[in-house]
């Protein structure tokens, strides 16, 4: 163990969000207080995080996925569509990122897609839910777990990282129960 006590800078970034959140009384309200500022994202191991940046007014934002280094510096912008494009998340390995979006609805139905790390070769994932939002690689990076709502009610299902809905696992079985999860 190295003589340098301080806590890591993810730590910070954590105490951060949660000072936030209480300052603002909600997530919501501090939804609301983002339009133009980074939200929160998420560390890799290659030391990139990958965030949502809301930027527009607040009758018409847009939500792009950026890239910036661990430090704060070299932030990249992934996508740029008039769409909502949120919740990255990256694959084990580091090279493919998965989103939900709503650039393929007119009723602004989000739905999960995967990007290559450099903003490349965007596909959607999902095709045959009202809504399929919060994704989440699995482990060895195969498949793909979110939230899908149907007529059913809203759950847990995964399928294969190409959107192969042929192989599509059902893994919650409560209707409407608010289902949420992450491999």
């Known amino acids: ?14 105490v951060a969000v949660v000072l936030l959140v209480a300052a603002c009384g909600s997530p919501e309200a501090l939804q ?10 998420e560390l890799k191991a290659n030391g990139l995080i990958a965030f949502v940046r809301v930027d527009g007014s607040v009758d018409a934002p847009n ?24 919740e990255p998340a990256w694959s084990p390995d580091g090279h493919n990122l998965t989103f939900s979006s709503d650039r393929h609805s007119e009723s602004e139905n989000l739905q999960v897609y995967t990007m290559s790390a450099d903003g490349d070769r965007i596909q959607r994932v999902t095709t045959s839910f009202y809504d399929a939002d919060s994704p989440s690689w699995s482990p060895d990076g195969a498949r793909i777990a979110f939230r899908g709502f149907s007529e059913a009610g809203d759950e847990i ?11 599509l696992v059902q893994v919650s079985d409560e209707p409407d129960d608010g289902a949420s999860g992450a491999y």
């Open 1 to 14: 163990m190295s003589g340098d006590a301080r806590p890591a800078p993810l730590f910070y970034l954590a």
């Open 63 to 86: 939500a792009d996925i950026y890239l910036m280094d661990a430090d704060g510096d070299h932030a990249l912008r992934l996508t740029d569509d008039p769409a909502a494009d949120v």
């Open 32 to 41: 609301e207080k983002a339009q133009g500022t980074e939200a929160i994202g």
């Open 157 to 167: 299902y995964t399928l294969d990282r190409d959107g192969s809905e042929t192989d």
